[in-house]
C-alpha cells in the first residue's frame, strides 16, 4: 500500500504570496491531519479533516486554511506569506479519528524570502 | 497548558540499549507514540500503545507506560549507527473540539561505533 504523498516537496515563496500544499492520504484513510515544524516551536498541530469538514484547528492565524476532497486527498492554503511561515510542513493519515495509526508523509519544506 | 516534555540528547555506543524518556500530561489521552525523524525526512511511526497497555514490545523496541506517573519511555535494544536520528513523543488529544497530537520536542540519539 502506498504511504502518504505530499507535493510539492520543496517550495520558496516572497512574502505576501499565497501557497497551496497537497497531500493525499493512505488508501482507505479517512482523516488527513496537518503540521507545521519549526526550529523554534517544534511540531505544532494545523487542522484536523475528517469526511470533507475540518474537525479541529490549531491555534495558527486565518491566513491558513485547508479542505478536504471526497476522495480524501487535502489541500492546504496559507495566504499573505510572512517569512515566519517559513517551515516544514507534514500531513497525517489516520483511518478515522482519533485511532492509533498516524502515518506522516515526507513534508513540503516551504521558504518564504 | 498541554506539554510533553522529552530530554533533549542522548549518546550510546553501538550495541548498547538506548532509552528515551517522555511526560505527558493528559491522562485521559488513549494512544501514545514514538516518532523517528531522520534528516531531511518525514516522521516515521516507530511504534504506539493503548492507554490500558503497560508494555509493548517490536522486535528491538520496547515501550513502558507508566500511567500513575504519566511516563512514557522507549528502549532501542542493540543500538546501530543507523538508529542515530531524532525521537519525538507524542499523545493523542480527543475532546469536543476533535482530536490533535500534542508532540515533545525531540531527543537527538546519536550512537557512536
Known amino acids: 500500500k502506498a504511504g502518504v504523498t505530499q507535493t510539492p516537496r520543496y517550495l520558496i515563496k516572497t512574502r505576501g504570496q499565497q501557497v497551496t500544499l497537497s497531500c493525499s492520504p493512505i488508501?482507505?484513510?479517512?482523516?488527513v491531519s496537518w503540521y507545521q515544524q519549526t526550529p523554534g516551536q517544534g511540531l505544532q498541530f494545523l487542522f484536523e479533516y475528517f469526511s470533507e469538514t475540518q474537525r479541529n484547528k490549531g491555534n495558527f492565524p486565518g491566513r491558513f486554511s485547508g479542505r478536504q476532497f471526497s476522495n480524501s486527498r487535502s489541500e492546504m492554503n496559507v495566504s499573505t506569506l510572512e517569512l515566519g511561515d517559513s517551515a516544514l510542513y507534514l500531513c497525517?493519515?489516520?483511518?478515522?479519528?482519533?485511532?492509533?495509526?498516524?502515518?506522516f508523509g515526507p513534508g513540503t519544506r516551504l521558504t518564504v524570502t | 497548558g498541554e506539554d510533553v516534555e522529552q530530554s533533549l540528547f542522548l549518546s550510546v555506543r553501538e550495541g548498547d540499549s538506548s532509552v528515551i524518556n517522555c511526560t505527558y500530561t493528559?491522562?485521559?489521552?488513549?494512544?501514545l507514540y514514538w516518532y523517528k525523524q531522520e534528516p531531511g525526512a518525514g516522521l516515521q511511526l516507530l511504534t504506539y500503545?493503548?492507554?490500558?497497555?503497560d508494555m509493548k514490545q517490536d522486535q528491538r523496541l520496547t515501550v513502558l507506560l507508566n500511567k500513575k506517573d504519566k511516563h512514557l519511555s522507549l528502549r532501542i535494544a542493540d543500538t546501530q549507527t543507523g538508529d542515530s536520528a531524532i525521537y519525538f513523543c507524542?499523545?493523542?488529544?480527543?475532546?469536543?473540539?476533535?482530536?490533535?497530537?500534542?508532540f515533545g520536542k525531540g531527543t537527538t540519539l546519536s550512537v557512536s561505533s
Open positions: 500503545i493503548f492507554s490500558n497497555m
Open positions: 497525517a493519515s489516520s483511518p478515522g479519528r482519533g485511532r492509533g495509526e498516524q502515518y
Open positions: 493528559d491522562s485521559s489521552s488513549t494512544y
Open positions: 488508501s482507505g484513510h479517512r482523516s
Open positions: 507524542a499523545e493523542i488529544l480527543v475532546n469536543q473540539a476533535g482530536t490533535a497530537l500534542i
